[in-house]
């Protein structure tokens, strides 16, 4: 049988197991504070005692994935780790440093499924979800490397958050137990490539996470050529579960908008961008694409780019340019990923 990763686990789970092992209520708040406080094995908790560790290693285990790769920014101190996981799987996360703080950009895949054609991370398809602890796993290993707490979390690594729906859920719960991380919810931002029957279910759990869209495009075919998921779900359609989004949660959404020249960053998808936006409670952000080998897109120029955030604020929609972090080291996720499969 395998074992379950303690980290897979809510507080109230851990707790039942916890009473089923005949072990009274405080063991398992102890517990679930050590593995959030980077504890890499049953050793490592000072205050258990022998025997319940004992008791815990039957059937429970402690995931502990390895860093396989760190590359560090020269210009803007981004970190970039390469992670191993427990079944020998490689995921990717980004630490970048701000004013206010860390923000850290986790994967909540293997791989992805989606086939946005600009992506790195979706070239060799989705291998398997991550789990809750494999996604908390991330934060907790770099947190230790840098012996520094994290502020703020973006799910905007390798995969589609809302095709592992569940275990998303689960790793929102955790990341903002006190007695865990204790990361709040306006912290956290979830991007998605617009799988609406479940933006709608996020939406009616109405948390106070930052929902994300990967926009892209104003016109079904463009949209479509560029993202497959706009053939399940097309731009009226997630527009609409956008609208229901703000009607239940009061949130701003943040639109993305990757420039790839020549594709969807000329003055007409300005105003297209601008017109279908326009009266919504959200802010856009324009990224210069960032090129990948094998997609042979190209970033738009700076004026270009400067020229689309004119236009979309015309129409009073609040819009910035991202800026780019570790462009030195090959930041933007996946990449690392793909040259490590392709290379072994
Ligand atoms: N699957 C989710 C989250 C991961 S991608 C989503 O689609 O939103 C995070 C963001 O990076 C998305 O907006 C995605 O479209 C964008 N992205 C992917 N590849 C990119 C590239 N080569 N250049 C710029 N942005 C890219």
């Known amino acids: 049988m395998t074992k379950i990763n303690l980290k897979d686990l809510t507080y109230e789970e851990l707790l039942s197991a916890i009473r089923e092992l005949g072990e009274p209520k405080f063991r398992a708040e102890q517990i679930f504070k050590w593995l959030y406080k980077g504890a890499v094995s049953f050793d490592d908790m000072k205050n258990i005692p022998k025997t319940l560790k ?3 290693m039957t059937d429970y285990c402690i995931s502990k994935p390895e860093i396989a790769e760190r590359l560090i920014s020269n210009i803007d101190g981004t970190r970039k780790y390469l992670l191993r996981l427990s079944d020998g799987n490689y995921i990717e996360t980004v630490l970048m440093k701000y004013k206010h703080g860390y923000t850290i950009c986790v994967s909540s895949q293997v791989g992805c499924a989606m086939g946005c054609a600009f992506c790195a991370s979706t070239r060799n398809g989705k291998i398997r979800n991550l789990s809750a602890g494999e996604i908390i796993d991330q ?3 770099v947190q230790n490397d840098i012996g520094e707490r994290i502020s703020n979390i973006v ?3 390798i995969g589609e958050p809302l095709d592992n729906f569940d275990n998303v859920l689960k790793f929102l719960k955790n990341v903002n137990d006190e007695r865990g991380l204790g990361i709040g919810h ?3 931002t979830v991007s998605t490539c617009g799988l609406v029957h479940n933006i709608i279910r996020l939406a009616d759990m109405k ?4 929902l994300s869209i990967s926009l892209h ?3 079904d075919k463009t949209r479509s050529e560029i993202m497959p998921v ?4 097309n731009i009226e359609e997630l527009l609409n579960a956008c609208d229901y989004y703000i009607k239940q949660t009061n949130r701003r959404i943040s639109f993305e908008y990757t420039l790839i020249s020549g594709v969807n960053d000329n003055r007409t998808e300005a105003v297209s961008l601008g017109k279908l936006l326009k009266n919504k409670l959200c802010h856009v952000n324009l990224i210069p694409v960032n090129s990948v080998k094998e997609t042979g897109f190209v970033k738009s120029d700076r004026e270009k780019i400067e020229e689309f955030q004119k236009t979309v604020e015309d129409f009073g929609i609040s819009a910035t340019i991202r800026r780019e972090m570790g462009s030195d080291i090959n930041a933007a996720c996946g990449q690392l990923r793909n040259k490590h499969i ?3």
């Open 217 to 219: 495009a104003t016109n």
């Open 155 to 157: 799910m905007m690594g």
């Open 139 to 141: 934060i907790i290993t």
């Open 342 to 344: 392709n290379e072994g």
């Open 207 to 210: 948390l106070q996470i930052t």
């Open 230 to 233: 706009n053939r399940r779900y």
């Open 54 to 56: 004992e008791k815990l």
């Open 186 to 188: 306006r912290h956290i």
